[in-house]
Nanobody, 120 residues
């Protein structure tokens, strides 16, 4: 099982970026999917989470600016980031809580990280 993230880059303050992540490999089911980020010198933090049914939650710092969405048929999760600020600069990681087989326990899987830089 692999999570492949894409879409990072450099943008000016106020700009937008869209991150995408696809889960590949043999899996039985995916529960929650999420995006985390880690800024230099800081701990990894949860940015946004979406359940299988589409219920979303966001960190206070990104509410109203970021939107998380998923496509259950394609095993993808996206993060639309608008009105970006310098403090959004970080490496962003996608995360999926999934079962590889019917009777397996749920396990967290992580993507490789994609860098987002917000700077003028």
């Amino acid at each position: 099982v692999q999570l492949q993230a894409s879409g990072g880059g450099s943008v000016q303050p106020g700009g937008s970026l869209r991150l995408s992540c696809v889960v590949t490999g043999s899996i039985f089911s995916i529960d929650d999917m999420a995006w985390y980020r880690q800024a230099p010198g800081k701990e990894r933090e949860l940015v946004a989470r979406v359940s299988t049914g589409g219920v979303t939650s966001y960190a206070d710092s990104v509410k109203g600016r970021f939107t998380i969405s998923r496509n259950n048929a394609k095993n993808t999760v996206d993060l639309q980031m608008n009105s970006l600020k310098p403090e959004d600069t970080a490496v962003y990681y996608c995360n999926a809580d999934l079962r590889r087989r019917l009777f397996d326990s749920r396990t967290d899987y992580w993507g490789q990280g994609t860098l987002v830089t917000v700077s003028s």
